[in-house]
């Protein structure tokens, strides 16, 4: 039985993954869980406390145990190794957000450069079979040619966010070679999904059509993003565990890095505008809008925002040629579940 960490338990992504390895093992095989999270209140923290009743319906008689707990804190992170001597760890945990970054940044080195730090170097000294970890398609900055591929530089990053998550892969690919440790970093492409991160536009412009607010849509509706369902996130991450990068040698004698870094994206942008219409109209099926709601009283086209980059779009043939797998659930049935999930979930809390 693989023993296994998921940092950022408690989060969008970590508290899907974990649901379905409890319901389904990894490659069958029944795994032993531990959940890390620090439960800020970044955003509500209801929505953390949901996800957690979540995991546990589902990890009733399963091994599994969730600590609350910061990735900065030395301490804990190397206790827990040197106890737990973990199989493979998923570190999901950061500071999320592009524009929050730009306020606080001091937030952004604590956890995503400091804590992965931390991950990194308990990795070191309780060796592990695979280190997994979210980096992000923030990464490819400002480039122009798409779609973004991994062998496209990335060094123009617009906002801190993107650097902390470029640097994790510098950090992973330094200790990859020095150490042994074999690690594969996956950027993310635009995740949503059901009990998502409400500072996402899906959440957040539905939280504000609600209320009656009206919503900025960005670079006068020309931005596109490759959104990514988290459930095709889930599977590539799944798929990815269990398969390590290989540990060889060089020429020299010396280890070449066991590292790799792959996109997962849907690899179909959409642009914003056409974005907010499939939204407005699962909205309103679901019954979270009035079928009489009118929506062009409610958006404006403003400029672009700082940190904020015009398109997305993923090349993902690498993650098809090694693992089988491409992202395959379409933006509208993904809204769709959103809207459901919403409609529910609010109509419970009030």
Known sequence: MKKILITGSAGFIGSYLMQRLLKEGLQGEEVNLMGLDNMNDYYDPRLKEYRLKEIDKTAVGKPYRFVKGDLADKALIDRLFTEEQFNIVVNLAAQAGVRYSIENPDAYIQSNMIGFYNI???????PVEHLVYASSSSVYGG???VPFSTDDRVDNPVSLYAATKKSNELFAHCYSKLYDIPTTGLRFFTVYGPAGRPDMAYFSFTNKLLRGDTIQIFNYGNCRRDFTYVDDIVEGIIRVMAK??????????????PYAVYNIGGGQPESLLDFVQILQEELIRAG???????FEAHKQLVPMQPGDVPTTYADATALERDFDFVPTIPLREGLRRFAQWYKHFYTAQN
Do not use: S, T
Not at 120 to 126: G, I, P, Q, S, T
Not at 288 to 294: E, I, M, Q, T
């Open 143 to 145: 480039n122009k040619k």
């Open 288 to 294: 979270v809008l009035p079928k009489d709601y009118d």
């Open 244 to 257: 390590a990068p290989n540990r060889q040698k060089g020429d020299d004698g010396l280890p070449l890095p």
């Open 120 to 126: 990194l170097e308990a990795c070191r000294h309780n």
